[in-house]
């Protein structure tokens, strides 16, 4: 995608082909400042700080950590070292876990003179599948617009509603909710984007809004709590979030704030679509609501806020009073049965372990 007519990925190798670059979403909307990674150290700071964020990309930063790690230290006790360190950062996303496991499966057997350039190989393949499976996903989504479009004569926009950041900051390289709104938007399809802010972080207000503008993409932010009254004017014509999780039930896990979307599209029978790549998909679980570990994080994000003041300096303030506790949760889980469907680089599935091994045969 672009930035300011520039292609950028969020995660890319340094001019020397051995320090990871990133883009430092913390610093977003206010700043673009990319960061280079040299250790296995810094790139578990990048996730555990969320530098980087996104189940994609999580996995990706993973696994060009375990390669900065090789090229340090390619020891059998620097590959462990570096797996659970990096395996430690944040609960939630599988992604993190899947990629960490392929580096290890494909690792663990090499000698240590081989291990960092294998890792390397590996990581960047890793990057590449994601750029595709994100562009398939948005392919395979987009006929979900165009026939909203073409249902209402093709003579208003499209309403979708999303929440968090699920675009291409959130992946490597076009997104996994915003792809099919990409393609739509590119193919000439009119389509308008209702961005939650997305509390306590602003994910939507800082990095959906930011991406959308850069890709020219019309879009309106609103706070967290107006999606159902948009729903219930008819302002909204689907709904379409990301995920960290998938259990293989259909149930999907995603940023705090999502299920109570889908329970208000449900009421008002809205369509609520899922976007997610294979990798997300976590088939050892079947009751997401019970069994997906849910992060919480520090009560500082709730407590306190980033902004730019009129005169142009970036600060953060206290919001809350002095000696009111506050708890952060980051995600919450949507159960199956209040989603539509299941948007993947294979097709659409109904959110069911049938819908999802219909796509994915190899798990069953």
């Known amino acids: 995608m672009n930035v300011d007519g520039t292609p950028y990925r969020t995660i890319w190798l340094a001019e020397d082909g051995w320090a990871v670059m990133i883009i430092d979403q913390t610093r977003l909307p206010f700043e673009f400042v ?54 430690a950062t944040r ?28 890792a390397y190989k590996r ?31 093709k003579v208003r926009p499209v309403n979708v509603l999303t929440h968090c950041n699920a675009g291409w900051l959130a992946t490597v390289d076009w997104g996994t909710a915003l792809a099919p709104i990409y393609k739509a938007h590119d193919a000439g399809i009119d389509v308008h984007v209702w961005v939650d802010e997305t509390r306590p972080r602003n994910q939507g207000a800082s990095l959906t809004a930011w991406e959308l503008g850069q890709h020219g993409v019309p879009h309106t ?20 979030t990301g995920t960290d999780r998938t259990a293989a039930s259909g149930d999907v896990c995603n940023k705090i704030g999502t ?56 600060t953060t303030v206290t919001i809350t009073p002095d000696g009111s506790p506050a708890a952060n949760f980051a995600f919450d889980v949507t159960p199956a049965r209040l989603v539509t469907g299941l948007i993947t680089e294979r097709g659409v599935a109904e959110a069911s372990e049938t819908g999802l091994k219909g796509l994915y045969p190899e798990q069953g």
Not at 34 to 57: F, H, K, N, Q, Y
Request: hydrophobic share 45%; glycine share 8%.
């Open 123 to 153: 990581a960047a393949e890793i990057a590449d599948e994601d750029v595709a499976i994100c562009s398939a996903i948005g392919d395979n989504g987009m006929p979900l617009i165009a026939e909203h479009w073409a249902r209402h004569g």
């Open 259 to 314: 299920y109570l979307k889908a329970l208000a599209a449900h009421d008002n029978n809205v369509p609520f679509y899922v976007a997610l790549p294979g990798p997300t998909i976590d088939w050892t679980m079947h009751d997401g609501v019970h069994q997906i570990p849910i992060e919480q994080r520090s009560p500082d994000e709730v407590t306190r806020m980033t902004g730019r003041t009129d005169g142009g300096e970036i």
């Open 91 to 118: 609960p939630t996303a599988v992604n993190l876990r899947w990629a960490l496991n392929e580096m290890r499966v494909l690792l663990a057997p090499l000698s240590a003179e081989q291990r960092a350039e294998a």
């Open 221 to 240: 932010v609103i706070a967290d709590n107006v999606g159902g009254h948009l729903m219930q004017h008819g302002q909204v014509d689907l709904c379409i």
């Open 34 to 87: 990319t960061r280079r990674l040299e250790t296995v150290s810094d790139a578990a700071t990048a996730i555990a700080d969320m530098w980087v964020r996104g189940a994609p990309l999580i996995g990706a930063t993973a696994a060009y950590g375990m390669a900065l790690a090789m090229h340090g230290d390619a020891s059998d006790a620097g590959l462990k070292k570096a797996y659970d360190d990096l395996m």
